[in-house]
């Protein structure tokens, strides 16, 4: 007889062939053995579907969804719409979680019966699977709150929050096309919910280098601006006064001229520290300073971040 699982793990697969089957394997490897990994195919072109339909005839705690692209949101909304577990996980299919994740994540939930979401640190692991470095999220809840408006409070792949918390919010909202996890902690932060992260790594994030779009990278910053403005909203006039659809199609358009200067910031931006790299990056900061106002917000937010 199948008991019914208390951790529904749910990952969203968009092409993404190359690393999936060690990410499956990662939750398969587990510890803790009472879950259900739901898994959400966002109209693959490659061979992703082929690879976790072999995972699904294997292993009865995968639920496989098929369907067309519609991005991100819809597809998280979907795996929590089927899922049977008091606790929601989030996974990405190209990262790793370390064999006591779910144990402790899960342990950690049942002493601390006040705490809503949880996250946790991370190694951060190149193509290759070789950790580069490391992750440390902030775990005093005091810090939290302090740091919420410059970064999210909690890393997406590192979720682990009780299924009433997603309910309650009504999972992820699906207009948004980038920063979905970081406006459902924020919408949760203003209704009183509790968010925690654990010092433990738990995960390996996978950071291959890939290529930063740079209408990408602009948009999602926006999305980020708006996120925080919605939430101060919501703090003191006590709901969104915003038009959420005229602001997200400005978010959208982006000229040509930002997009020049974005590729000149994005050439230093991730460069690692060395002298002359310090040195080509404040005389690239300050170009951008002058000639892009959303680079200017974004270096002094970092700037406050760091001063905190």
Known sequence: ??????????????????????????????????????????????????????????????????K??????????????????????????????YKNRLEKQHEYMQKNKSIDLCGCSMDIIDEHGNVTSEKIQIS??????????????ILHITFFGKKSFFAKHNGYREEFKYAQ????????????????????KLVQYRDYQQKVEPIKFIQQFRMTELIVKLSKEREHLGKEVSNLNSEISAILKVNSFDLLVTKIFLSTYFLKNSLLNSILKKIVNLFVFVLNRDLRRLLIRDFRAYKL
Request: with cysteine; charged share 25%.
């Open 181 to 200: 996890d970081y406006d459902l902690v924020m919408r949760g932060i203003n209704a009183g919910a509790k968010i925690c992260n654990i010092k433990d």
């Open 140 to 153: 005093n809840p005091d810090e939290i709150l302090k740091k919420r408006y410059f970064q999210s409070p």
């Open 68 to 97: 067309l692209n519609e991005g991100l949101a819809k597809s998280l909304n979907a795996a929590i719409s089927a899922s049977q577990g008091d606790f929601i996980a989030r996974m990405d299919a190209d990262d790793i979680s």
């Open 1 to 66: 007889m199948n008991r019914e699982p208390k951790i529904s793990v749910i990952m969203s697969v968009f092409n993404g062939s190359k690393f999936l089957a060690d990410a499956i394997q990662s939750i398969l490897n587990q510890t803790f053995k009472e879950f259900e990994l739901i898994i959400v195919d966002d109209g693959s072109t490659d061979n992703s579907l082929n690879i976790i339909r072999s995972f699904e005839s294997a292993d009865s705690r995968i639920k496989v969804i098929s």
